[in-house]
């Protein structure tokens, strides 16, 4: 009688089905493993990208996540650093404290100009200019209490609000002054929450008083919702677009009820915009911070995975969360 592991079974002996068996199992043990395995460096998607449009707490509003608490999920994700936003005060002296708490990650602030700083303040700029550290690097213009968002929301042109233009579309002296300071401190000036109009008016007027870095705040989020034609305009005056992931989360869908009547953009609006403008001239953030919204280290994951998906290369990506956040920075040449 032959032995047991040279029966035959299907044409194949005892011993070569046994071998083969194994070593189908352990292809499978090592493909579930290999599943379940953490991230590498090399996938991660935040490898040196910048956030430059975070909120947290501590603020007015609940916050899903402090400053360092913040900084330290960065840097944990080889982040290359962000920005700290607030609505009513400046955030470079809370950028300066993180850093001594959370070293290793390039983290900073700066200045809204809503009513509880003044509205169109040049001192309260040149103040947060001065402060230590010198993390102070972006000044925007007022945001919820900016005339454009009050009208925008409560369909009233007369809502009230701060404007940065006169009757005839020409910039206010106060905006002016800011402006000459933030060119002479060589610090980015966002357009925040104005009116598209008020938006244009105010990046050709940064570039007369000769501001080099100029970013067009969620230029398609409301309540901006800037056409394509005068973000091309934006463009060509040497100023950057902004897309921000908290779009994509906004509409009549959101989960958060104060969402669903800001505008909701999709991932295939966002890549058709890139691809019109080119990335070189876009930056990529999260705007959230939100309670109960995603984490901003998640959104922008998710952004990132998003944009790919619908054709957005890698190197595009690159300008838009690393090359074009650092330049504008300051960490690299503009």
């Avoid at 919820?144 to 579309?169: C, E, L, M, Q, Y």
Wanted: charged share 20%; aromatic share 8%.
């Amino acid at each position: 009688m032959k032995r047991e592991w040279e029966e035959k079974i299907g044409g194949w002996s005892r011993r070569d089905f046994l071998k083969a068996a194994g070593v189908l199992g352990a292809m499978a043990i090592a493909h579930r493993a290999a599943a379940q395995a953490p991230t590498s460096v090399e996938e991660n998607l935040l490898e040196g990208a910048f956030d430059m449009h975070i909120h947290a707490a501590p603020d007015v509003a609940a916050r899903s996540v402090n400053d360092i608490g913040l900084a330290q999920r960065a840097k944990e994700m080889g982040m290359g650093g962000l920005v700290i936003k607030n609505h009513e005060f400046i955030t470079n002296d809370r950028a300066y404290l993180v850093r001594q708490v959370v070293p290793g990650i390039e983290v900073f602030g700066g200045i809204v100009l809503n009513y509880s700083v003044g509205g169109l303040n040049p001192v309260a700029v040149e103040r947060m200019v001065r402060f230590t550290g010198g993390y102070g690097k972006i000044v925007w213009l007022p945001t919820f209490d900016a005339a454009g968002h009050k009208s925008f929301f409560t369909k009233n042109p007369d809502a009230g609000g701060i404007r940065v233009t006169d009757g005839t579309g020409q910039i206010l002296p106060e905006l002016r002054k800011v402006l000459q300071l933030v060119a002479k401190a060589d610090i980015i000036f966002a357009t925040a929450h104005v009116s598209p109009q008020e938006a244009l008016a105010s990046v050709q007027a940064a570039r007369d008083e000769g501001v080099r870095r100029i970013i067009v705040s969620h230029a398609m989020y409301s309540p901006v919702q800037m056409s394509l034609e005068d973000m091309g305009r934006c463009v060509e005056t040497g100023a950057f677009i902004e897309h921000v992931y908290l779009a994509n989360l906004a509409g009549p869908g959101a989960p958060l009820e104060w969402m669903r009547t800001w505008r909701h953009i999709s991932m295939k609006m966002y890549a058709e915009a890139i691809k019109t403008l080119g990335a070189e001239h876009c930056i990529l953030s999260t705007d959230l911070g939100q309670y109960l919204n995603p984490t901003p280290a998640d959104g922008m994951q998710e952004f990132i995975r998003g944009l790919s998906q619908q054709g957005i290369s890698k190197e595009e990506l690159g300008w838009m969360v690393r090359k074009n956040p650092a330049r504008l920075l300051g960490l690299e040449p503009l």
